[in-house]
Each structure stands twice: as C-alpha cells, then as structure tokens.
C-alpha cells in the first residue's frame, strides 16, 4: 500500500496563476482533508471530505476550492495564486467520522512568487 | 467550533531531561485528542490518541498524556528524553458526534540537547 501520495512535490507559480494539488489514498478511507503548514501557525484545516461527494469548508479555506473526485482521490485547487498562499501543503485521510488516526501525504511545497 | 492552544512554541532541553508539553483545547462537548510528531523532513506521525476510558493514554516512543476533562488539557509527557526526539510536536482535537473535522494546534518545536 503507498497510503497518502500526493503530486507534485514542490512548485513554484507566479502570481495569479492557478494549479491543482493531487491527492489519493489506497486505504478505503472515507473522510480526507487538505491541511496547510506555516511557520508558527501549526496545521490550518482548508477544507475536508467526509465521504465521496461532500466537502466542507475548514479554518483558513478562502482561496481555494476542493473536488472530492472519487473516494480515492481529493485534489485542491488554487484558482489564482497569491504569495500568503506560499506554504507546505499537507493532505491526510482517516476512517469515517475522525475517530482514528490520520495518515498524511509527504507534502507539496508550494512557492508564489 | 473547537480550537486547541499549545502553551510553548519553542523548547529546549539536555538528553535524559524530563518533558511536559501542554495542550488546552476550547470544545464544550465530548471531544477525541491526538499528539502527533513530525521529525525533520517528515510528514506528520501519530504518537497517541485519547477517545474515552483510561485519562493516562500511554503511546509509542515512551511517550504518554494525560487527559484532564476539568481543565480541558492533554499535555504530553516523557520521563526521560533523547536526542532523537528532536522534532516538532502539534495537539489535535475533533468533536466526537459532529462533523469530521480535526483542528490541529500550532505546534511546539522540541529541541535535545546531546
């Protein structure tokens, strides 16, 4: 099993550029989230998925829309890029309702110039 | 909603030191809480989990937590620290019987001493 990949790895875009961040998981998870990680800011939650077909918004979600394509597969897109949105990006999966561990992803790192 | 506030953001300690690290969390209802770890260069690891019975959660590493539902805290603690431990540490919370979502704290990043 590779549990939580995630593509690409690192990325630098220019301002007002959109990209999306692939996320997919081999793990039968129901619920999956998108999280980013900031210097002294810890993990921030951007949007989750609790099961194919529904999504919700999390802390910091502005700037950013979500596709939960399949249960598998979890993508985040930036639609125009902004440099406060320069950071690590993290997704991470889990079994239905949160009660258990959450596997994540190794992480994208996302430059804005 | 539930937030969680870690109390040290950055801590320094010599090899065999004891560590507590605090963690608080803001939820009037029944809640799940993690400590994770993420050594250098890697990606978030699960340490341990409280979601009911034994407040003393014991995890991998011989680290262990204490959930104190009067103070609304689960600090983390070890008796006796290596220099492996070097790393950052973050507290998690979810409101059990409501939706999926996990709030993270903003981490305290642990620093040993050989």
């Known amino acids: 099993n590779a549990g939580v990949t995630q593509t690409p790895k690192f990325q630098v875009l220019k301002t007002g550029q959109s990209m999306t961040l692939q996320c997919a998981q081999d793990m039968n998870h129901n619920s999956m989230y998108w999280y980013r990680q900031d210097p002294g800011m810890g993990l921030r939650l951007i949007y ?30 930036l639609e125009s890029a902004a440099p406060s949105q320069t950071s690590v990006y993290f997704c991470a999966s889990t079994t239905s309702g949160g009660y258990n561990e959450q596997f994540f992803g190794p992480g994208t790192r996302l430059t804005v110039l | 909603a539930q937030s969680v506030s870690q109390h040290n953001h950055h801590v320094i300690l010599s090899e065999a030191a004891s560590l507590e690290l605090g963690c608080n969390y803001s939820y009037g209802g029944t809640v799940n809480l993690f400590w994770y770890v993420q050594y ?11 979601f009911s019975g034994d407040p003393l959660v014991k995890g991998i590493k011989g680290f262990e937590a204490e959930f104190i539902k009067s103070k609304f805290s689960f600090n983390l603690r070890k008796p006796s620290v290596q220099w492996s431990d070097t790393a950052e540490y973050f507290c998690a919370v979810k409101a059990t019987g409501r939706d999926d979502k996990i709030i993270f704290g903003k981490g305290t990043r642990l620093h040993i001493l050989p």
């Open chain 2, 40 to 50: 250098p260069g890697q990606h978030l690891q699960l340490l341990l989990k409280y």
């Open chain 1, 48 to 77: 989750y998925s609790a099961s194919e077909g529904t999504t919700d918004k999390g802390e910091v979600p502005n700037g950013y829309n979500v596709s939960r394509l399949n249960k598998r597969e979890f993508s985040l897109r």
